[in-house]
């Protein structure tokens, strides 16, 4: 039998959350992680920002749609927020009740990130939203993708132009100039260094399976996840 050594007195899961720019190599990394934390036996719930519920499936089509590329800055925070609640009622408190590992690609720093520091929002207003809407709900470790602005938005380009060669328009932040992705990356930077203690920023710059490593021994120290008996 497989034992592990989580070094915490109860039985809660944890909430992983990774953040960065488009193109940066979230998703890849994210699934990476929950494929090692299911190979040890551990419960892996993983989810994207917007969507996931059919709610947010449904708000994420409006937000990345570039039809909608008027949407006001307000407007387009209150739908982040909007699908962020329903996420957190069907998925992600939910699983971490259920002592399962839940991994979301964005959550409340993207909104600090693109609509505080990219649409000038800044970031008291998120925040407050974040505290009224979430109810300060907040991951236990954040793995903040760090990487240049240029190339990340140019394979996010290609990424989306390719997809939506099968009918998917999720181009719409994508439409945005250089000088956007810029505010956005400064904000992150602000982020993780007044979250150091949440936020583990990796370069991600480099090579898929060193980032891949990187992360993969944080999350064991910062969470204090053992390895299998054995291992």
């Keep these: 039998m497989l034992c592990y050594d989580f070094g915490v007195p109860d039985a809660r899961g944890r909430f992983i959350t ?5 193109g ?16 040890e036996g551990l419960e892996v719930v993983t989810a994207r920002e917007p969507g996931t519920t059919t709610t947010g499936e449904q708000i994420r089509n409006i937000l990345l749609n570039s039809r909608t ?24 408190e939910p699983g971490v ?38 109810g300060g709900l907040n991951p236990d470790m954040t793995v903040l993708m760090d990487s240049d602005a240029a190339a990340s938005v140019a394979r996010a380009r290609r990424r989306n132009l390719k997809a939506a060669e099968g ?6 932040f994508e439409l945005e100039n250089r000088a956007f992705f810029e505010r956005v990356h400064q904000a992150y930077l602000k982020i993780a260094a007044r979250e150091s203690q949440r936020v583990f920023m990796v370069n991600a710059r480099r090579e898929p399976d060193v980032v891949h490593r990187e992360i993969v021994a944080e999350v064991r120290l910062r969470l204090r996840l ?6």
């Design 18 to 22: 990774f953040e960065g720019l488009d």
């Design 24 to 39: 940066c190599g979230k998703s890849t990394q994210m699934n990476r992680l929950a494929d090692v934390l299911r190979s």
């Design 69 to 92: 590329v008027g949407l006001a800055a307000h407007a387009e925070l209150a739908l982040m927020f909007a699908a962020r609640a329903q996420l957190i009622k069907e998925v992600i």
């Design 97 to 134: 009740a259920a002592g399962r590992f839940v991994l979301v690609d964005r959550y409340t720093d993207s909104s600090e990130a693109y609509q505080g520091g990219g649409r000038g929002l800044g970031s008291e207003t998120v925040l407050a939203v974040h505290r009224a809407i979430c």
């Design 167 to 172: 009918g998917a328009d999720e181009n719409r």
């Design 226 to 231: 053992g390895r299998a008996a054995g291992n």
